[in-house]
């Protein structure tokens, strides 16, 4: 959570922060602030709420300068208001500090300084970090590097930081440890930093991802120079940037979510690339292709995630046990980590993030590893620290997602756990021939059968003019349809912030149907299929209960039309790959109950996109 960016160079600061932090509002949206090098002096300004607050503070303010850092919160610690917002600064106000992240010994440190004198604004873990370099760099007169340093070895917690000095104006100093941190190498000199590479891809391509517990030291018109925690110097690895300007932009959508919704027939394409040959019936992932023999041979697979992609964890375990016959057990990742889980070096744990960054998932995989686990990810966000902290992994390639809802990381999620138990069945002959290659070739035609559902956009926004007023909403599906269900909630739920719950269709008799009435419509995934005759049967139950049913089917579905008060067909095709179709309405159902509500679609209230706390 929060997002971060800096500047420093020829050019003004402002407006490249300012840019940079609307791209990067999907971490955090309860406050925006930027601190900009003055002449002798820092100017800081913050303000509540969105970063178009701050334009409007700050527009009759001086805003000149060509160093300056910037940041958009997701509170943690304190309420979302003006104070607690960052840049946070040292009590004279020499120094100015951006962080995503937690200090987690942040109240025994601040007693510390307390008991020295110091006096505090601000609610926040951010600013006792702040006081503490200030301190350090006042009580030893090292310089700003040598200070935050220093500081960060008696700081335990996650933290991106970027820092500013009054007394060293043409410095900035940064930082990461378990949060992310980008520095792009412009022309002439100058340099720009940030949470990802969204805010700095217009400028320049070259980038370096900071490592854990690096420390970058960074002057105007020099050389980045990187040194550990331990003050050893290291050599930055400069890495060419692949991501395109178009990809984080709206491109004449309303919004990202609802453009990301139609970017899947070619997000799951991409995913798809290089890896998939019907014709040949060839399926392949190269990123694990070594692992596959221990995946099989395992005493255990663990998936594990948060959230959608929790969603997605669900998905693959149907494949992978009804394709490969392996035994997978899914897990909420925060619940895994503080159970004692039992881990073997036989044990293989696969964590699933679009972010890369969720901090559940990375500390459960860490714990994986400290007990000997071979530790697999499937990761959207190139170069985030799930993807660098896993023996070895496969990407979604879905591109940047910023819609807060997760929507193409979760068919590109469904699309390469397909395509690995796919591969699985093939090495471990748990498929046959015939079986295998239909697969394939189903799976190469999913974009264009994802293109047809795109197309009954309108029939989902009339049928969210139906429910737009519901208090309450079902979701119900059996087999791999039930985590389409629960994906269905989530997705009314946090945009639309409609109460929706998903169930397996079967476990309705046990409780939920109790709630039923006329007033409450039941989504439910009934297409062809083993479960079809059971959906149906559960179907029924509703009806006679008076509730109100809309029902994705199979085209040219007869038997659940006559009972349905809606149904919405999608095309047909194999059983296993009915998730990445059956997903799409629900998707543009919520989003478009959620512009009728007049909800905040790409930013809901008290979520955002990347989960770095716990
Ligand atoms: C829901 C959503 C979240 C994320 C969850 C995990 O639409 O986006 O539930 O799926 O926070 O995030 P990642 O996949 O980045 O680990």
Partial sequence: MCGIVAYIGQKEAYPIIVKGLKRLEYRGY??????????????????????????EFTENLDRSGTVGIGHTRWATHGEPNDVNAHPHYSEDKDLAIIHNGIIENYDSLKHQLLSKGYTFRSETDTEVLCYLIDDIRKNTGAKLGESVRMAL???????????????????LIAARKSSPLVVGIGKEGDFYLAS??????????????????????IKRGSELKLYGIDDVEKTPYIQELELHLEAIEKGGYEHFMLKEIHEQPRSIEDCFRGRLNASEGRVSLGGIKEYEEKIINANRVIMIACGTSWHACLVGEYLFEDLARINVEVEYASEFRYRNPIIGENDIVIAISQSGETADTLAALELAKSKGATILGICNVVGSSISRITDAGSYTHAGPEI?????????AQVTVLTLMALSLAKQKNAINESKYRAMLSGLEVIPQKVQQVLEKNSEMEFIASQYQSASNALYLGRGSSFPVALEGALKLKEISYIHAEGYPAAEMKHGPIALIDEEMPVFVIATKGTSYEKVVSNIQEVKARKGKIIAIVTEGDTQVKEIADHTVEIPETDEHLVPLLATIPFQLLSYHIAVMRECNVDQPRNLAKSVTVE
């Fill in 30 to 55: 309860d406050s925006s602030g930027i601190a900009l090098q003055g002449n002798n002096s820092i100017n800081i300004y913050k303000k509540q709420g969105k970063v178009v607050n701050l334009e």
């Fill in 153 to 171: 070895q008696q700081v335990v917690g996650a933290y991106a930081i970027v820092i500013m000095s009054k007394d060293e104006p043409n410095k």
């Fill in 196 to 217: 990802d590479a969204t805010p700095i891809i217009e400028y320049t391509k070259q980038v370096v991802y900071l490592a854990d517990e690096e420390i970058a030291v």
């Fill in 403 to 411: 819609g807060v809802a997760s929507t193409k990381a979760f068919t």
